[in-house]
């Protein structure tokens, strides 16, 4: 693990893990759209979610190591604030007026923070 760009020792179990959770739910959603077709409602609901879930996790997945560096370098809580801000407005994308300033004011403070710090 010395090799690796994170330090912590689980951080590459939970990258296979997060890539097994990826790889089960784009297979599950490929069989359940092979199986059932795109007729059924729930079962069209079902695997394009399973698809979408699949997706967003793999790309999460691939990204893996540059999002724990970023998530090690920052304030936790802002970073907490930012991912939640972001997982809003996916979840509510009407809400984008009030959560896109929001987020934008969080991310210059942020910013402003990673400016004042002391480099090493």
Excluded at 105 to 112: A, P
Aim: contains cysteine.
């Amino acid at each position: 693990m010395s090799d690796s760009p994170w330090k912590h020792p689980l951080a590459a179990a939970r990258r296979q893990l997060l890539g097994i959770i990826a790889s089960g739910l784009l297979a599950a959603g490929v069989l359940i759209l092979w199986k059932y077709g795109t007729d059924a409602e729930s079962a069209s609901l079902y695997g394009s979610i399973c698809l979408r879930l699949g997706l967003v996790l793999g790309a999460i997945w691939l990204a893996f190591p540059q999002i724990l560096q970023i998530w090690i370098k920052r304030p936790s809580g802002t970073t907490l604030l930012i991912g939640a801000g972001i997982l809003a407005l996916i979840a509510y994308p009407k809400s984008a007026i009030v959560m896109v300033p929001i987020i934008a004011i969080l991310l210059g403070l942020n910013f402003i923070t990673w400016l004042k710090k002391p480099l090493k």
